[in-house]
């Protein structure tokens, strides 16, 4: 059972305009919720997190807004530039825990020139 | 990915043989965790380790892997009689000893892709 769904295994978007990536959850015990980017034979790199008492949280090009009573985030970046093709990974925290993230299967962003 | 060292980055084994995997974390860092990436999938939590003693191991398959963080030297990931379902990549991921792991302060490394033939 997933605890962590990112629906959508890919998404196209152009260069300039807004790209939102998506992801549920189910357990109402996550405390945290983190985006990580990743490139083909590289490791996850930190991108944005949000607490689970917020619902926002702004840095840059890039949003996260959370959404508790629906259990849903999204990741909103904007502009979208080519370097930001990637695949995006949604990652909970569950309260109490450490460093036990639950990952999203990842959604593979391309964006065109 | 801020200095999580991870060698070999790429292990081919055959069935039957043992993978060793090591990370050295971050200079200063204290926590260390253990991730593998099946194909296809999200990354999946094995182990979180401090210098000698493992923290939480919820993610271990019972038989065959194991791992430690000693005293001294790097973490070590191990697994023994690989079969060709641990073919995936290994995560390490290190985080300093005052915030533990709340997500920003975890530090991936670039990962160890185990090839079982």
Known sequence: DQQVKQNSPSLSVQEGRISILNCDYTNSMFDYFLWYKKYPAEGPTFLISISSIKDKNEDGRFTVFLNKSAKHLSLHIVPSQPGDSAVYFCAALLRGSQGNLIFGKGTKLSVKP | ?117
């Open chain 2, 1 to 117: 990915n801020a200095g999580v060292m991870q060698n070999p980055r790429h292990l081919v084994r055959r069935r039957g043989q043992e993978a060793r995997l090591r990370c050295s974390p971050v200079k200063g860092h204290s926590h260390v965790y253990w991730y593998r990436q099946l194909p296809e999938e999200g990354l999946k939590f094995m182990v979180y380790l401090q210098k000698e003693n493992i923290i939480d191991e919820s993610g271990m398959p019972k038989e065959r892997f194991s791992a430690e963080f000693p005293k001294e030297g790097p973490s070590i990931l191990r697994i023994q009689q690989v079969v060709r379902g641990d073919s995936a990549a290994y995560f390490c991921a290190s985080s300093p000893p005052s915030k533990g792991g709340t997500g920003n302060t975890i530090y991936f490394g670039e990962g160890s892709w185990l090839t079982v033939v």
